[in-house]
């Protein structure tokens, strides 16, 4: 297949189930989903499904709409047109219970500087009706296992970028999510900080049965056995197990697959 | 990649889940405020030096007449108190639209608004802690302005209390409302320019109305209609173990209309959906 048959396949406009290929229920069904910023339009019939204990990379230029789509996952934007389910459940009929079972980091950081790790921890708990002692025990093993325990009483303002983002991670993870968003979450870190980060995500998939959508623009954090999907200026390019995207597009590598999948979304949108 | 069925979990949330929610809230606004300790102290100076000085200043200029809820003469002081204290909170209110500003700006605001409770109850939550500090800064406001010989009945600490709750959500809910059409934190000087001042000048705060019908009868219909004006007289009646029925209606009213439009503005399919993604996204 051509990278242009594998674009044309990926702007098929296809059904997209709520349930993966195993025939079980998905993490994160997206169908049909178009958002435009008055005249600019941001993401156009965007549809895959993430599967539950699975690593999904989103991968995309900057620009490509990575952050709008995850702006709609987490309904901080009304859908335009399309639907969106976690776990089955429509983020725009039943918000709460599809929030409930979705953790998220951001792209920018959503820390409190100001509070101490512990408290940034004990607020978000709160925001999702954690009771206080609960919500410490949690704090504690979430700060155990991401090897923050020590920095506790911590003001995060004190931390480290990478530290930071564990933590955010750890806070994404406090309310024991089944779906973990990730948007750019290694952005500004050094590579111990990255490959630390990536290593913990991808643990959480094997050991805590977590699905995770990881958008990046970085393609070394992309393993072959991983889901992937591609997006590119609004328009999802290809999607599919990595190996198969890259035997698709005729290329040897992840890295020329992408150039050729986005050579041919450009030499479309010029014909057109 | 293994199959699943939906996660088992409860449907909708109990009620001490909302609570917590609220005092998660309320706690952290309450933190944020101890930390901000120059924030604490210019909400008391700034009422103060209006206490201090331009009542001292103009206590032989604007004689005040008996007025309800007064039964005899008073000093200018302790007439422009109720307009102070409602100052404390109608600041308080557009700081904490400047913090909602800052905080979405920032992205701490996403925090709030994917917590899976509803929209409409977080915001409510916010408002409420928004309320709750100001009522701090009022009652430390009254207690200096008590060694200044202002002292109203003992009993008025206590039932001047609702009134500055109604009073602090409205304001609160305004400076909400506010927030949400802003999209820069550097828009934020137009508020104090188009809101803060014309709404504390064009009221009862400084000078009774009929001192303003006097002047201009224009002006006095503009501070009739003033919100501002009414949550003034409900505190300064409160005050005094009084209840302004008509300032009640306006404050209960104008609460609940600029909530109802903040929850609007707030509301993804008709208010964040307008904007853009934050600087840097896509």
Redesign the interface.
């Known amino acids: 297949m051509t990278a242009t048959d594998a674009l044309s396949k990926g702007q098929d406009t296809q059904d997209i189930p709520a349930r993966?290929?195993?025939?079980?229920?998905s993490a994160l069904s997206i169908d049909g989903v178009s958002h435009a910023?008055g005249p600019r339009k941001?993401l156009i019939d965007v549809g895959f499904t993430v599967?539950?204990?699975?690593f999904t990379a989103l991968l995309g230029l900057?620009?490509?709409?990575?952050?709008?789509l995850f702006?709609l996952i987490?309904?901080?934007?009304?859908?335009?047109q399309g639907h969106i389910g976690i776990?089955?459940?429509d983020i725009?009929q039943a918000?709460?219970?599809?929030?409930?079972?979705?953790g998220?980091v951001?792209?920018?950081?959503?820390?409190?500087l100001?509070?101490s790790v512990t408290?940034n921890l004990?607020?978000?708990?709160?925001?999702?009706?954690?009771?206080?002692r609960d919500a410490r025990e949690r704090s504690s093993e979430v700060l155990t296992r991401i090897g923050l325990a020590d920095r506790a009483s911590s003001k995060v303002r004190d931390l480290s970028g990478g530290q930071m983002r564990r933590l955010e991670i750890a806070r994404a993870l406090l309310h024991r999510p089944?779906l973990l968003l990730l948007?750019e979450a290694t952005v500004g870190l050094d590579v111990k900080a990255r490959a630390d980060i990536l290593m913990h995500v991808r643990r959480l998939v094997s050991e805590q049965?977590i699905g995770v959508l990881w958008a990046t623009h970085l393609f070394d954090e992309i393993t072959a056995s991983d889901?992937l999907v591609v997006l590119h200026q609004g328009r999802i390019l290809a999607r599919g197990q990595v190996a198969r995207v890259v035997a698709e597009a005729g290329a040897p590598d992840l890295n020329a697959a992408f150039m050729r999948l986005t050579a041919g979304a450009a030499d479309l949108g010029s014909a057109a | 990649m293994s199959s699943t069925t939906v996660p088992a979990q409860p449907r909708g949330f109990s009620v001490a889940q909302y609570v917590t929610c609220l005092n998660g809230i309320v706690w952290r606004e309450g933190l944020r405020f101890l930390h901000q300790r120059e924030r604490f102290v210019s909400a008391l100076v700034r009422p103060l030096v209006w206490l201090f000085i331009f009542a001292a200043g103009f206590r032989q200029v604007l004689g005040i007449s008996i007025i309800p809820p007064y039964e005899t003469y008073i000093l200018y002081e302790v007439y422009i108190t109720p307009g102070l204290m409602a100052m404390i909170q109608l600041f308080n209110g557009m700081q904490s639209s400047l913090s909602m500003v800052y905080d979405r700006e920032m992205g701490n605001m996403r925090t709030l608004l994917v917590s899976p409770l509803p929209r409409w109850y977080l915001l409510f939550c916010k408002l409420f802690a928004g309320t709750a500090v100001s009522l701090l800064q009022v009652y430390a406001f009254l207690l200096i302005a008590w060694f200044w010989d202002i002292e109203p009945p003992p009993l008025g600490y206590l039932t001047v209390l609702p009134a500055l709750a109604l009073s602090g959500l409205m304001l609160g809910a305004l400076g909400m409302l506010i927030s949400s059409g802003i999209r820069q934190l550097e828009n934020f000087a137009g508020v104090m320019n188009f809101v803060i001042f014309p709404m504390f000048f064009a009221s009862s705060a400084l000078y009774p109305l009929w001192r303003v019908q006097e002047g201009s009868p224009m002006l006095y219909y503009v501070c009739l209609l003033n919100p501002f004006t009414h949550a003034v007289e409900l505190i300064r009646f409160a005050l005094y173990g009084q209840v302004n029925w008509i300032s009640l209606a306006v404050v209960g009213g104008c609460t609940m209309t600029f909530m109802i439009g903040a929850v609007l503005a707030y509301d993804p399919s008709r208010g964040l959906i307008r904007r853009g993604p934050a600087g840097g996204e896509t």
């Open positions: 993966s290929e195993t025939g079980g229920i910023y941001a599967a539950p204990a699975s900057n620009g490509a709409g990575k952050s709008t702006s987490t309904r901080l934007f009304g859908i335009q776990f089955g459940h725009a918000p709460g219970e599809a929030l409930r079972l979705l998220v951001f792209q920018p950081r959503t820390l409190d100001d509070l408290q004990l607020y978000h708990a709160a925001l999702h009706g954690i009771g206080r089944r948007d049965g889901a």
